[in-house]
């Protein structure tokens, strides 16, 4: 047999066979004896042939052990992770409470700087500190007594406030949430069998009691809506239904009877019609919450988003419509007020010829033009000169209404005989003036009082922030002679307290706190007793009373009394925000330089601003079912 080569050619070429199969072996998927040719392909009288390898440049994959080494450094990442969040959160914070100001701060008469208060100098490593001397009112207060009596050996009642006051910071500062569903979705047409109604005889009696007391204030506010006939019709629509009826209907009747037996109660004194008219609210707040988004504007449903009005076309259709609109009008004017914002109703859009010469008509236009001309954001931009002049003009038009009212109240109370007389007008009324005063004191807050003024807000502005109290207090005394107090005293309290904002009191208590007035403390106190039911049967609508608000500011205002009591310098300071005398809580009897000790330009444009703000928040806080 012939060999194959000798075995250094042998050894060569086992060698040089260290390759893959040939490309044709693989094709073929036999052995191959990786020769070149290869044994296979020579027999087969093939090509032998070898494509070109594409090694891999991949490292050696190694097994990656998650040990307890890795999870720390994973838990240091997270950890400054979250260091990162909190800086930033803290650095917006910052930014938004202090506001930096374009100037360093008020000078004193000597030219030297005026020290800030310990608990507010700036330091690098706190930026969440508040220059409470610097800002605007009443929460910076708050803050500045709270913050002080950590620092002080105090008693228990003083412990007691300070805790609640923190509550209050904590209420104040958090963000608005939505309140909880209170009243139940579950649909009227579906479930009509389980609605509670007061009795039928009940709701037969009071409707020919509202008929025949027409001339009752609330019954002819009511007709303004719609009339009563019309009301009685729906009604008897909702009793005695041989067609089923609408939501809107529904809304209607149940929003009527509950004021015509609240009207009733009051009179009558009768506790089950408490029942029956807490009942009727109820089902209208529930009806209510079940609108859809897109409602028709037609009438009848404007009339039962206002509690009221209209379905049927008749010949007094203009009139009708025309009452309608002025009682939205005053509804729109005043809430849009309380909520800050502009009203959705524009005087300059109203089509009408003639507008009626009604007090409340006439302070509800001065209410958007307040709003519009002096809070809004361009109002703040007007020059104190400009200012001034639309305050005067609007001061003027509320004293006539306030005059017109005053008139009315005396003619309803002191004209007619004792069986006539209705006492629970007079309430309305006098809670009506009561909404005058403190507008006209909102308007005239806007007004800057002149350089070298001892106190920051003006002698007329303080004037009728006391008449306010004072008519409160005729409307408390007139309040007593009605049947069931209690359910007046609410009703007074969310239409002269809640639903309108109500200056005075913030006004006074600044004033008392710069001016260490403890007889001005003592009226508030009083004003804030006078605030408290009576009884403990009736529970208020909110968890928050503004007898307990008002009450505990009181307590805070006596408190900072106590921290600075001792000799204090006749001079007062005006401070860029305008409210708080920039006095140091752990040094009692620091002096206090005039408001003429630095030039206007270094006074905070945006004082006003802020002060409109932080009252509507502070208002804000009876709205919502704040725990403090």
């Known amino acids: 047999m012939e060999m194959r080569g000798n075995p250094v050619e042998e050894q060569e070429r086992?060698?040089?066979?260290?390759?893959?199969?040939?490309?044709?072996?693989?094709?073929?998927?036999?052995?191959?004896?990786?020769?070149?040719p290869c044994a296979p392909c020579i027999s087969a009288r093939l090509s032998c042939t070898h494509s070109a390898v594409a090694y891999s440049s991949a490292s050696t994959k190694q097994r990656v052990l998650i040990s307890a080494k890795y999870e720390q450094k994973?838990?240091?990442?997270?950890?400054?992770?979250?260091?990162?969040k909190q800086m930033l959160q803290t650095l917006q914070v910052a930014e938004h409470e202090f506001r930096p100001r374009t100037v360093s701060g008020p000078q004193s008469t000597q030219g030297s700087p005026m020290p800030l208060p310990r608990d507010t100098q700036l330091h690098p490593e706190t930026n969440s500190e508040i220059v409470w001397g610097h800002s605007a009112h009443m929460i910076d207060f708050i803050k500045a007594i709270v913050r002080d009596g950590a620092s002080r050996s105090t008693g228990p009642e003083a412990n007691q406030v300070l805790s609640t006051l923190q509550k209050l910071l904590h209420a104040l500062e958090s963000p608005p949430q939505?309140?909880?569903?209170?009243?139940?979705?579950?649909?009227?047409?579906s479930n009509r069998d389980g609605?509670?109604?007061?009795?039928?005889?009940?709701?037969?009696?009071?409707?020919?009691?509202?008929?025949?007391?027409?001339?009752?204030?609330?019954?002819?506010?009511?007709?303004?809506?719609?009339?009563?006939?019309?009301?009685?019709?729906?009604?008897?629509?909702?009793?005695?239904?041989?067609?089923?009826?609408?939501?809107?209907?529904?809304?209607?009747?149940?929003?009527?009877?509950?004021?015509?037996?609240?009207?009733?109660?009051?009179?009558?004194?009768?506790?089950?019609?408490?029942?029956?008219?807490?009942?009727?609210r109820d089902n209208l707040n529930t009806a209510l919450s079940q609108l859809p988004l897109l409602i028709p504007s037609s009438i009848e449903v404007v009339a039962a988003l206002t509690l009221g009005p209209y379905t049927e076309r008749t010949d007094d259709l203009w009139l009708a419509q025309q009452r309608l609109f002025w009682a939205v009008y005053r509804l729109d004017k005043g809430i849009s007020l309380r909520l800050g914002q502009s009203s959705t109703i524009r005087d300059e859009?109203?089509?009408?010829?003639?507008?009626?010469?009604?007090?409340?008509?006439?302070?509800?236009?001065?209410?958007?033009?307040a709003y519009n001309e002096l809070y809004s954001p361009k109002g703040l931009l007007r020059e104190d000169a400009e200012r001034a002049y639309i305050a005067a003009s609007l001061g003027t038009e509320l004293k006539q209404c306030i005059n017109d009212t005053r008139d009315a109240i005396l003619e309803n109370a002191g004209g007619l005989s004792a069986n006539t007389a209705d006492p629970v007008g007079v309430v309305y009324m006098q809670c009506e003036l009561i909404c005058q005063y403190s507008l006209?004191?909102?308007?005239?807050?806007?007004?800057?009082?002149?350089?070298?003024?001892?106190?920051?807000i003006s002698e007329e502005c303080l004037k009728v922030a006391r008449e306010a109290l004072r008519a409160h207090e005729e409307c408390i005394t007139t309040m007593r002679s009605c049947k069931n107090e209690p359910l007046m005293l609410l009703r007074y309290l969310n239409w002269a307290i809640v639903h309108c904002p109500f200056p005075p009191f913030s006004i006074l208590l600044t004033h008392a706190i710069q001016m260490m007035d403890v007889p001005e403390i003592e009226h508030l106190e009083r004003f804030a007793a006078s605030l408290e039911p009576s009884g403990s049967t009736t529970k208020p609508d909110t968890i928050t009373?503004?007898?307990?608000?008002?009450?505990?500011?009181?307590?805070?205002?006596?408190?900072?009394?106590?921290?600075?009591?001792g000799p204090v310098s006749g001079n007062f300071i005006r401070l860029e925000s305008d409210t708080i005398p920039n006095i140091d809580f752990t040094e009692p009897g620091l002096g206090r330089t005039s408001v003429a000790a630095f030039p206007e330009s270094r006074l905070d444009e945006g004082w006003l601003g802020q002060w409109f703000h932080e009252n509507q928040l502070v208002m804000s806080v009876l709205d919502e079912n704040a725990f403090f």
């Open 349 to 369: 859009e109203i089509s009408l010829s003639s507008i009626p010469d009604d007090p409340g008509v006439r302070t509800a236009s001065i209410q958007g033009r």
């Open 195 to 280: 609605i509670n109604m007061p009795p039928q005889e009940s709701a037969v009696t009071v409707l020919r009691w509202a008929k025949e007391h027409a001339s009752n204030a609330r019954i002819s506010w009511l007709a303004k809506l719609l009339p009563l006939d019309r009301f009685t019709n729906i009604c008897q629509n909702l009793y005695f239904s041989v067609q089923d009826y609408s939501e809107i209907e529904f809304i209607l009747a149940n929003g009527f009877l509950s004021y015509v037996f609240f009207e009733h109660v009051v009179v009558s004194g009768r506790s089950d019609y408490a029942q029956y008219s807490r009942c009727c």
């Open 14 to 36: 086992t060698f040089r066979v260290a390759r893959r199969s040939c490309d044709q072996c693989r094709t073929r998927k036999i052995g191959c004896d990786r020769g070149s």
């Open 74 to 84: 994973i838990d240091g990442i997270a950890r400054d992770i979250d260091g990162i």
């Open 178 to 189: 939505a309140l909880g569903q209170r009243y139940s979705r579950e649909g009227i047409a």
């Open 545 to 565: 009373e503004p007898h307990h608000l008002y009450n505990i500011l009181c307590k805070a205002a006596r408190l900072y009394l106590d921290f600075n009591t």
């Open 440 to 456: 006209l004191t909102l308007v005239l807050r806007a007004v800057p009082v002149s350089l070298g003024a001892v106190c920051s």
